[in-house]
Nanobody, 123 residues
Framework: QVQLVESGGGLVQAGGSLRLSCAAS????????MGWFRQAAGKEREFVAA????????FYADSVKGRFTISRDNAKNTVYLQMNSPKPEETAVYYC????????????????WGQGTQVTVSS
């Protein structure tokens, strides 16, 4: 059974930093592409970042480029999202997801999802 478990969410001040983690089990982590999405209250789920299985290619939404960094540790079956200088409008539930296909900005392309972790950015 595949499980993705996010952690690290919480309250952060605008301009601060926060690191999210997503621990995976039940799949061959080193062979699967991973992504982070977020969903604010009343809004659609949106792409944040993705990383290829080997870690050599990363992809970002324009809104987070230069501030957020996605990385992975295949030895620990974990993917991370380092959030620097988050903004209040980025308050949302953050989800990690796993995709067997090439990383996509479309949620439908992902096969497995975590339960999400709340990130609240205060101004």
């Amino acid at each position: 059974q595949v499980q993705l478990v996010e952690s690290g969410g919480g309250l952060v001040q605008a301009g601060g930093s926060l690191r999210l983690s997503c621990a995976a089990s039940g799949l061959t982590f080193s062979s699967i592409n991973m992504g982070w999405f977020r969903q604010a209250a009343g809004k659609e789920r949106e792409f944040v970042a993705a990383i290829r299985w080997g870690g050599g290619r990363t992809f970002y939404a324009d809104s987070v480029k230069g501030r957020f960094t996605i990385s992975r540790d295949n030895a620990k079956n974990t993917v991370y999202l380092q959030m620097n200088s988050p903004k209040p409008e980025e308050t949302a539930v953050y989800y990690c997801a796993a995709a067997n296909v090439y990383p996509s900005i479309r949620p439908a392309a992902y096969d497995y999802w975590g339960q999400g972790t709340q990130v609240t950015v205060s101004s």
